[in-house]
Structures are given as structure tokens and as C-alpha cells.
């Protein structure tokens, strides 16, 4: 990668494909669901909170207005923790794969994560390569067929996540 493409991350924003790709992973539920055995309650484009900051409660409705418009402040949030942790420059690709990575994840676990401290310290490769050891779930590793059914949509997302963060198909 040229190193002129990367930008500080206070100058980048996530891409339109990215947001796209975010909610086409997270899927949309009009009402309130607990979307795998164990999780907490989502809706929408996998909104956690409600706008008052509260959890989501089984019961909750949506829109898909309000859902997308949901998403698009959940994803700021996690843009500004993002620029509060990593502290190199990005390119576009890495910056849209990350967002949706701590999308997925939460801001705490992103900023605490190995992926951080290696993109911090350079190793853009490393810090990618990262992405495909988040895929476990309730300590079942989502990439062994018998848990195909449980999770196995968050090796697909991890996948995606790995290939646009290393460039590939750009």
C-alpha cells in the first residue's frame, strides 16, 4: 500500500459502500429480537440502545426510516471511538473495515484489542489479520461447522471485514 493514500483518521469518514455493507451484515428486524441464544436484544440494523440511550427491550418497533437513521448515529459513535484509539493514518478501506468491525464488537472491545495496539505500533497487515480471530461467540468458535447455525454469519462478516481491510478487490 502506498502510504500517500492513508489519511489521519480525524480527515476520513465511513464510506457509503460501507455503511451499505454494515447493514446488510447486521440484517433488519422491525421489532425487537435477540438475534443468536445468549445475545442481547437488537433492532433494526442490530441497534443495541434505544435513542434515549436506554436498552433495547423485546416489544421495541421500528421503522426502516428510523432504523437506517439509527444506525447512521450509532456508526458516528463508533467513528469517534475509533479516532479516540487508533492513532495512525488510514487508508478509506481500512478505516470502512474497522468502523463496521467496532460496529459489530463495541467500541470498548475494539479500542482494548490486539488489532489496535498492532495498527498503532504499524503493522497495518497484523493489525487485519486480527479481524479473523474475532469469531467466536459465547466461546463457540463460529468457524467449526457444527456452529454453523449458531453464528456461523460472523465468519462471513469477519471474512468481508479481513478482505476489505487488507485492500483485496479494490
Not at 480525524?10 to 440484517?27: R, T
Not at 432504523?67 to 495512525?88: H, N
Not at 464488537?105 to 495496539?117: E, Q, W, Y
Not at 456452529?147 to 476489505?164: D, K, M, P
Request: net charge positive.
Amino acid at each position: 500500500m502506498n502510504p500517500a493514500t492513508r489519511r489521519a483518521v480525524a480527515a476520513l469518514s465511513l464510506s457509503a459502500a460501507a455503511l451499505v455493507g454494515i447493514v446488510l451484515h447486521e440484517g433488519y428486524t422491525d421489532r425487537a429480537v435477540i438475534p443468536v441464544p445468549g445475545d442481547v436484544p437488537t433492532i433494526g440494523f442490530g441497534t443495541t440502545t434505544r435513542p434515549d440511550g436506554t436498552p433495547v427491550q423485546m416489544g421495541d418497533r421500528t421503522t426502516p426510516p428510523a432504523a437506517l437513521e439509527r444506525a447512521l448515529r450509532d456508526v458516528q459513535r463508533f467513528e469517534g471511538a475509533l479516532r479516540q484509539c487508533v492513532t495512525v493514518p488510514l487508508a478509506q478501506h481500512e478505516y470502512d473495515a474497522l468502523v463496521s468491525f467496532s460496529y459489530n464488537v463495541g467500541s470498548r472491545a475494539f479500542c482494548n484489542s490486539t488489532l489496535v495496539r498492532k495498527l498503532n505500533a504499524g503493522d497495518y497487515y497484523g493489525a487485519c489479520a486480527q479481524l479473523l480471530r474475532w469469531r467466536f461467540f459465547q466461546g463457540h468458535d463460529c468457524a467449526l461447522p457444527a456452529n454453523a447455525r449458531l453464528c456461523g454469519g460472523l465468519v462471513t462478516r469477519r471474512q468481508a471485514e479481513y478482505q476489505q481491510c487488507i485492500g483485496a478487490g479494490r
